[in-house]
Nanobody
Framework: QVQLRESGGGLVQAGGSLRLSCAAS????????MGWYRQALGKQRELVAT???????NYADSVKGRFTISRDNAKNTVYLQMNSLKPEDTAVYYC??????????????WGQGTQVTVSS
């Protein structure tokens, strides 16, 4: 069974940095795009950044220039380096992956989420 597990969330002051990690585990045949999404209290989940297996990236306008997504294909892990954090970045951050298991079809997998809180 495929699982995504996030780590690295926490409490940080405005202007600070955090690095999120998300490792995919289980019987994985291949991983296509991976990404990070976030959901603030009372708001809909929104895209933060995505990265293809080839390394092409896409960012939400609100995080461009501050956040960097990267991945280690050998470790089935995606990272999100967050710099110059703002209180409005406070949210639960979710990892997502388009993953084909060894036995099965490609599917959309989600992690359980990690809380990021930025104090002013």
């Amino acid at each position: 069974q495929v699982q995504l597990r996030e780590s690295g969330g926490g409490l940080v002051q405005a202007g600070g940095s955090l690095r999120l990690s998300c490792a995919a585990s289980g019987s994985i045949f291949s991983i296509r795009a991976m990404g990070w999404y976030r959901q603030a209290l009372g708001k809909q989940r929104e895209l933060v950044a995505t990265i293809t297996s080839g390394g092409s990236t896409n960012y939400a306008d609100s995080v461009k220039g501050r956040f960097t997504i990267s991945r280690d294909n050998a470790k089935n892990t995606v990272y999100l380096q967050m710099n110059s954090l703002k209180p409005e970045d406070t949210a639960v951050y979710y990892c997502n992956g388009d993953i084909t298991p060894v036995y099965g079809r490609v599917n959309d997998y989600w992690g359980q989420g990690t809380q990021v809180t930025v104090s002013s």
